[in-house]
T-cell receptor, first 116, second 115 residues
Framework: AQTVTQSQPEMSVQEAETVTLSCTYDTSENNYYLFWYKQPPSRQMILVIRQEAYKQQNATENRFSVNFQKAAKSFSLKISDSQLGDTAMYFC?????????????FGAGTILRVKS | EAGVAQSPRYKIIEKRQSVAFWCNPISGHATLYWYQQILGQGPKLLIQ????????DSQLPKDRFSAERLKGVDSTLKIQPAKLEDSAVYLC?????????????FGPGTRLLVL
């Protein structure tokens, strides 16, 4: 079974600074996908960024980028130029590459607080 | 485009009572998921539907939880009888396809408190 570990329960960062959230996972699969989801206090979960394991290039979405280290089974999220609206719970998630049954396995989450 | 709708948003019941949650996915989305999010934990998949068929219900406590997706559109999740440990947020999500690249869009959730 796959497991996802987020070792930082809470983090804080000053507005406009950069912060990195950590995630490690355990799997015997070779083909899979990794995700970071954001859950603001309103509780609507939103996809932030996705990484396909077969791609060596790290995914980037505007101010969000990942550092994917497949051998180390590490998948960290970097948020540049942090904004107050980035305050949320961030979940790292894993999905096996299958035709059907794309279950997301989530970590416990990291609460990020952006301070002005 | 309307998002995933869920109701009710909040529900308080006593243990051993029954409760039902409703989800309406994004129009055209064939795949629907129910997740349970206990406080302090990440969401855990309870059941996944592809149209009106069940794809994965391996983590659904079938002695007390049931779910259906009649006509392959909206879905209901029922708990009967509820236990204290069922207190959680129940999230519904939908995706256009069941493949791994089908982005899952989440609803606002239903917060259940069992007393």
């Amino acid at each position: 079974a796959q497991t996802v570990t987020q070792s930082q329960p809470e983090m804080s960062v000053q507005e406009a600074e950069t912060v990195t959230l950590s995630c490690t996972y355990d799997t015997s699969e070779n083909n899979y996908y990794l995700f970071w989801y954001k859950q603001p206090p309103s509780r609507q979960m939103i996809l932030v960024i996705r990484q396909e394991a077969y791609k060596q290039q790290n995914a980037t979405e505007n101010r969000f980028s990942v550092n994917f280290q497949k051998a180390a089974k590490s998948f960290s999220l970097k948020i540049s130029d942090s904004q107050l609206g980035d305050t949320a719970m961030y979940f790292c998630a894993f999905m096996k590459h299958v035709e059907y049954g794309n279950k997301l396995v989530f970590g416990a989450g990291t609460i990020l607080r952006v301070k002005s | 485009e309307a998002g995933v709708a869920q109701s009710p948003r909040y529900k308080i019941i006593e243990k051993r009572q029954s409760v039902a949650f409703w989800c309406n996915p994004i129009s055209g989305h064939a795949t629907l998921y129910w997740y349970q999010q206990i406080l302090g934990q990440g969401p855990k998949l309870l059941i996944q539907f592809q149209n009106n068929g069940v794809v994965d219900d391996s983590q659904l406590p079938k002695d007390r939880f049931s779910a259906e997706r009649l006509k392959g559109v909206d879905s209901t999740l029922k708990i009967q009888p509820a236990k204290l440990e069922d207190s959680a947020v129940y999230l519904c999500a939908s995706s256009l396809s069941a493949g791994a690249l089908g982005t899952q869009y989440f609803g606002p959730g239903t917060r259940l408190l069992v007393l």
